[in-house]
């Protein structure tokens, strides 16, 4: 069972935007652990997007964007894309169980 | 342009042992990267198995840490993974991925393990 809960889904008609969160807690998010997010398309393994809560790799639309407060992170998608259908994760570290930690992941869907 | 391949058997009976080598072309395993084992049950969420630094040093996840085991081979450029005692609740597509500072910043295509008698 996942430390990093998403909601299962979200979904938007093109060109809106979505938000995903990730809820963590004081031994992860919250102790200052940086946090993540992949973008996994369906039958592909999955690729970075955002990196340190918020900067983007070279190659991703600037339609992708993090933030973090607290205990929690986010993950903004604006401009909404069919290809942007896929399951987002995030990631970060957790101090009580001395590694790394996935979230529960969620589902984009374009409408 | 830097890439990891994961190989190993597709079908492993338990409560064997399942191995899983993944192979660095285009870098050296000795440079400054962690290198992680990630798994995914069909259907479900990424789950972090564990990581190695080129040095030996190891970090297991605790649920899997006493059947884990993650080495590398310098001489052949690549890591591995072993996970013994395996059940059918082990059957997942298999990552290895370069840990960038502290995000997976490249990944393999994955490998499917089917745990079955």
């Known amino acids: 069972q996942s430390v990093l809960t998403q909601p299962p889904s979200v979904s938007g008609a093109p060109g809106q935007r979505v938000t995903i969160s990730c809820t963590g807690s004081?031994?992860?998010?919250?102790?200052?652990?940086?946090v993540h997010w992949y973008q996994q398309l369906p039958g592909r393994a999955p690729k970075v997007i955002i990196y340190?809560?918020?900067n983007r790799p070279s190659g991703v639309p600037d339609r992708f964007s993090g933030s973090k407060s607290g205990t929690s992170a986010s993950l903004a998608i604006t401009g909404l894309q069919a290809d942007d259908e896929a399951d987002y994760y995030c990631q970060s570290y957790d101090s009580s169980l001395s590694g790394r930690v996935f979230g529960t992941g969620t589902k984009v869907t374009v409408l | 342009q830097v890439q990891l391949q994961e190989s190993g058997p597709g079908l492993v009976k338990p409560p064997g042992t399942l191995s899983l080598t993944c192979a660095v072309f285009g870098d050296s395993i000795s440079s400054s990267y962690w290198w992680s084992w990630v798994r995914q049950p069909p259907g479900m969420g990424l789950e972090w198995i564990g990581e190695?630094?080129?040095?030996?040093?190891?970090n297991y996840n605790p649920s899997l840490k006493s059947r884990v085991t993650i080495s590398v081979d310098k001489s052949r450029n690549q890591l591995s993974l072993k996970l013994s005692s395996v059940t059918a609740a082990d059957t997942a597509v298999y990552y290895c991925?370069?840990?960038?500072?502290?995000?997976?910043?490249?990944w393999g295509q994955g490998t499917l393990v089917i745990v079955s008698s």
């Open positions: 004081s031994s992860n998010i919250g102790a200052t652990y940086d």
């Open positions: 190695i630094y080129h040095s030996g040093v190891t």
């Open positions: 340190g809560n918020s």
């Open positions: 991925a370069r840990i960038d500072r502290a995000y997976m910043g490249l």
